[in-house]
């Protein structure tokens, strides 16, 4: 089987395996932020099998990017509650992962593995991680907001970190929360509207922005912790008792404590509720 690497670019590599024509982290600009290309962007790759993005930082989920390359017959492979950034685009398929998860392209087998990424910036370098104060689910700030904020930020940033373009506005690296729960109603009858207040009490709860255990929403590295959670099940008008509570994200199950990174921010997940009668 023939194979070609081509390096187009930071992260973005064409990986021509046979048949099958992968592209990672597609950055197809001139530049993202403070990122600068020294040559000319690179060519359109031409029909592709999939797009992989390994984790969510803008130089590696560049949406713009994304967008010219989505198409009816190309797949997008994304980390597990990433899809939804790529909502609106073009591709035949978007398939979420976490690792350990293996799919089929064309007869190549993709292994997802863990993203190991120093989010660590070197001295000079200021990132400031914006989050909208909407209603959606994962709130994430436009390309005008970024360029109004970074601007603001030039305009009073010492002349080095300024004239070096040293600032990065960005979203934040959201960590999708899961939940599992069985639930104990007072009675059969209330048990569509106790599913249906219990979820959008976690909704709400998991919000990035209005959620929270004190509705002032998830502090970036703020771990979640079952009693958050079951203090606000357990409060809901029918539910007589949570009777099991799990949480989880990107498939792996946590205990008492679901551990967030230092700078990732809480978001909703997949959320499956089962109604039982004491």
Same mark, same amino acid.
């Given at each position: 089987?023939?194979?070609?690497?081509?390096?187009?670019?930071?992260?973005?590599?064409?990986?021509?395996?046979?048949?099958?024509?992968?592209?990672?982290?597609?950055?197809?600009?001139?530049?993202?932020?403070?990122?600068?290309?020294?040559?000319?962007?690179?060519?359109?790759?031409?029909?592709?099998?999939?797009?992989?993005?390994?984790?969510?930082?803008?130089?590696?989920? #560049?949406?713009?990017?994304?967008?010219?390359?989505? &198409?009816? !017959?190309?797949?997008?492979? $994304?980390? +597990?509650? /990433?899809?939804?950034?790529?909502?609106?685009?073009?591709?035949?398929?978007?398939?979420?992962?976490?690792?350990?998860d293996?799919?089929?392209?064309?007869?190549?087998?993709?292994?997802?593995?863990?993203?190991?990424?120093d989010?660590?910036?070197r001295?000079?370098?200021?990132?400031?991680?914006?989050?909208?104060?909407?209603?959606?689910?994962?709130?994430?700030?436009?390309?005008?907001?970024?360029?109004?904020?970074?601007?603001?930020?030039?305009?009073?940033?010492?002349?080095?970190?300024?004239?070096?373009?040293?600032?990065?506005?960005?979203?934040?690296?959201?960590?999708?929360? #899961?939940?599992?729960?069985?639930?104990?109603?007072? &009675?059969? !009858?209330?048990?569509?509207? $106790?599913? +249906?207040r /219990?979820r959008?009490?976690l909704?709400?709860?998991?919000?990035?922005?209005?959620?929270?255990?004190?509705?002032?929403?998830?502090?970036?590295?703020?771990?979640?912790?079952?009693?958050?959670?079951?203090?606000?099940?357990?409060?809901?008008?029918?539910?007589?008792?949570?009777?099991?509570?799990?949480?989880?994200?990107?498939?792996?199950?946590a205990?008492?404590?679901?551990?967030?990174?230092?700078?990732?921010?809480?978001?909703?997940?997949?959320?499956r509720?089962?109604?039982?009668?004491?």
């Amino acid at each position: 089987m023939s194979r070609r690497i081509t390096w187009l670019g930071h992260a973005t590599l064409l990986l021509e395996l046979g048949g099958t024509r992968l592209l990672t982290d597609p950055v197809m600009r001139n530049r993202i932020a403070h990122l600068r290309r020294h040559a000319d962007p690179p060519a359109d790759p031409g029909p592709l099998d999939a797009v992989l993005v390994s984790h969510v930082h803008h130089d590696h989920l #560049d949406r713009p990017s994304l967008r010219r390359l989505a &198409a009816p !017959a190309t797949t997008a492979v $994304v980390p +597990a509650g /990433a899809g939804s950034l790529l909502s609106g685009m073009r591709f035949g398929t978007v398939r979420e992962v976490t690792a350990g998860d293996e799919l089929t392209l064309t007869g190549t087998t993709v292994r997802a593995v863990e993203a190991w990424h120093d989010g660590r910036r070197r001295p000079g370098h200021i990132t400031v991680v914006v989050v909208p104060a909407t209603r959606e689910a994962r709130p994430w700030p436009s390309r005008g907001l970024r360029e109004e904020v970074r601007d603001h930020l030039l305009a009073r940033a010492e002349a080095t970190v300024a004239g070096l373009h040293r600032i990065e506005v960005t979203g934040p690296d959201y960590v999708a929360v #899961d939940v599992d729960a069985t639930i104990a109603v007072l &009675a059969d !009858a209330e048990a569509g509207d $106790v599913e +249906a207040r /219990a979820r959008a009490a976690l909704e709400r709860l998991l919000h990035p922005v209005y959620g929270g255990p004190e509705g002032r929403g998830w502090p970036p590295g703020r771990d979640v912790y079952l009693s958050d959670l079951a203090v606000v099940l357990e409060r809901l008008a029918g539910v007589d008792a949570v009777a099991r509570l799990e949480v989880s994200t990107g498939g792996r199950i946590a205990g008492e404590r679901l551990p967030v990174p230092r700078h990732g921010t809480v978001a909703v997940g997949r959320i499956r509720l089962v109604l039982t009668r004491t």
